[in-house]
């Protein structure tokens, strides 16, 4: 199959969403199409195999072959936006496993879970609700597992609240563990060397 058949295939499963935007300011693609790894990674595919669609644009926007090579091992693709089903090829870097997990780290997406949607966000996700969407449909278009979408349909007065004590100590928490853990891939680097 040529690329740009691929490409074409690729777009016609993508939705420009202008309330979701990377770090550039510009806005996600979400993919919509219904295949995914179970991690939620959009996959695409091509001569009969499957692709994660984020190599997919890795080999053929940042020559990753070729980036590979000089590195003398895999590499990964990582986001720069955090939003999974975002298929942009703008919101991608190639880089090492340990770029990857220091931009998790960075971003506390491995300490407590991806970051929170924004309050018009979730008015937007309330409002699509009750108009009809369903949950599996805002999951996609959210980026967010179905659990999650259900607890920000949850009204706010029935969530347990966190005292102002209790969530300054679970942010210095995250924090301490935050710094630790990039303190410890830095001793890691420093090692290898």
């Known amino acids: ?9 690729l777009l016609k499963k993508v939705v420009v969403d202008p309330t979701v935007v990377g ?6 693609w979400i ?8 991690n939620g990674y959009p996959k695409i595919s091509i001569a009969r195999k499957y692709w994660r669609v984020s ?7 940042y020559d990753l072959e070729r980036l590979e090579a000089e590195a003398g091992h895999k590499l990964v693709m990582r986001h720069t936006c955090d939003h999974r089903r ?11 496993h ?5 931009d998790a780290l960075r971003r506390k997406r491995g300490v407590g879970g991806k970051p929170s949607l924004t309050e018009d966000q979730v008015k937007q996700l309330r409002q699509e609700h009750a108009e009809g969407t369903s949950i599996q449909s805002l999951s996609r278009k959210f980026g967010r597992n179905q659990n999650t979408i259900r607890r920000y349909l949850v009204p706010q007065s ?15 928490i995250d924090t301490m563990v935050v710094e630790t853990l990039l303190a ?6 420093v090692s290898s060397k």
């Not at 199959?1 to 295939?9: G, K, S, V």
């Not at 410890?184 to 680097?189: G, I, M, P, R, T």
Request: glycine residues 6%.
């Open 1 to 9: 199959m040529d690329l740009e058949l691929a490409w074409q295939r």
């Open 23 to 28: 770090p550039d300011g510009l806005p996600c």
């Open 31 to 38: 993919w919509t199409g219904k295949s995914v790894s179970p």
């Open 55 to 61: 190599r997919f644009i890795g080999y053929t926007q």
């Open 86 to 96: 975002c298929i942009r090829p703008e919101h991608f870097l190639p880089g090492t």
């Open 98 to 102: 340990r770029d990857n997990t220091r």
């Open 158 to 172: 029935r969530l347990v609240r966190l005292t102002d004590v209790e969530t300054a100590l679970r942010a210095r």
């Open 184 to 189: 410890e891939l830095d001793q890691l680097s």
